[in-house]
């Protein structure tokens, strides 16, 4: 478990976070959501020890992730959106990193691979980025962490791979792992995952599981003119309007997470008030 | 998979998997694939394949044997037909009423021409 207690930080003078407090579950692959510069990175370095927090604490398992302590690092991965890797074939680098994780599969990372057509003969430089980016996330979900976290995971995948990367992910997860998928690309992880994060201006101003958005709102079409009464939000579509309502008696409808985002976004207390 | 914007997705999942007793894929007593597999085959999260096999349950096409996993009920076929059937009663066929009586169709008229089909 993860456990963000009044946190702040900025970067010199620009405050990135004001009292910031979360707290992240295991079980449960959690979607973090934000605007570009809202601190989604950010946040993610600071739960990696990566960087400190100004006031507050992150905790791991009950480590505080400042000290780095060996024991809260072995038990967490970290994905960047972007990142180097050394130029050595792919074998060597199993066997330099994979000590570092206890519950390391290798089984795991042939499977993962496989899904993806690669293996592990090829030299890690000689990749392309897409290449890299799976063969590195192949690594992360066999190192079989309880924590993994994963900045924009989908970005310069192609498509069957996106469709190979829910697959991996889902068959990867178990009641014992957290996973934090931070992204742009909603419609990769729309199904994917089970609870949604939102950080605007600071704050986090939305952080609810799927099962409790579903149950409490829809997300439907209207027709030109037809606007439902009680929408809290709507957005223009190609047949009319794209609307957010509270659910009431209606059946459930799937979760569109664009359409949430930008709901919370321009309607944060009248979300509120659904979820109150 | 490709998911239909309306109708939940849990449910999409559970037309798929009594597609699959239908037409003979997971045979009756037999083994369906687990919760984390089937929710890697179709790229959902877990919990939905949950509220999806609990649904199944509930409608007895599936049960489960405590360990060992899920499995395909005895008469699991009919058991899906009854469920069909009553959901196009409930829901098709209102919308289907619905819209001839915009459209000022007489009811005679459908009856006359779904006659005519089954002589063809």
Redesign the interface.
């Known amino acids: 478990m993860i456990l963000i207690n009044s946190l702040d930080f900025g970067y010199s003078k620009h405050k990135v976070f004001e009292n910031l407090n979360l707290t992240f579950d295991e079980g449960k ?1 959690y979607g973090l959501l934000g605007l570009n510069g809202a601190g989604k990175s950010t946040l993610l370095y600071l739960m990696g020890g990566l960087l400190f927090a100004d006031n507050g604490k992150v905790e791991f398992n009950g480590f505080d992730m400042r000290e780095r302590n060996p024991r809260a690092l072995a038990d967490l991965f970290f994905v960047p959106e972007e990142f180097e890797l050394p130029d050595v074939k792919f074998e060597t680098y199993i066997k330099l990193h994979a000590p570092f994780y206890p519950n390391f599969s290798r089984e795991t990372l042939d499977r993962c691979l496989s899904g993806f057509g690669m293996d592990t003969s090829c030299r890690l430089n000689r990749l392309s980025m897409g290449q890299k980016k799976k063969a590195f996330m192949c690594f992360a979900l066999a190192a079989n962490t309880g924590l993994l976290i994963m900045d924009e995971p989908t970005n310069g995948l192609d498509i069957p791979s996106k ?1 190979q990367f ?3 992910v ?2 990867c ?1 178990t009641d014992e792992r957290t996973i934090i998928i931070s992204t742009h690309q909603v419609r990769d992880v729309e ?4 609870h949604i994060t939102i950080i605007n201006d600071k704050q986090i101003v939305f952080n609810r599981s ?2 409790d958005i ?1 149950d409490r709102l829809v997300f ?2 209207a027709r030109f003119g037809q606007r439902p009464e009680g929408a809290i939000y709507a957005q223009p579509s190609s047949v009319g309007e794209q609307v957010v309502m509270p659910r009431g008696g209606e ?4 979760l ?1 997470i664009e359409l949430l985002f930008n709901a919370v976004l321009a309607e944060r207390e009248k979300v509120a008030t659904i979820f109150a | 998979m490709d ?1 239909k ?5 849990y449910l999409q999942i559970v037309d798929r998997i009594c597609n699959e007793i239908v037409t003979g894929k997971y045979p009756e007593n037999e083994r369906i694939p687990s919760v ?2 089937y ?3 179709v ?6 394949v949950v509220r999806s096999y609990d649904f199944l349950q509930s409608g007895d096409v599936i049960f489960n044997r405590r360990g060992i996993g899920y499995f395909v009920s005895e008469g699991a076929i009919e058991k899906i037909t009854a469920m069909r059937r009553e959901s196009f009663m409930n829901e098709q066929l209102a919308e289907f009423f619905d819209e001839i009586d915009m459209l000022r169709i007489p009811i005679e008229t459908i009856v006359e021409l779904y006659k005519k089909r089954n002589k063809q």
């Open positions: 692959i469709s829910r697959q991996v889902s068959s997860m199904n994917l995952i089970d799927v099962a579903t439907t079409d059946q459930e409808t799937p569109n | 998911f914007e309306s109708k939940p997705i984390r597999e929710a890697a085959i790229e959902v999260n877990a919990n939905t």
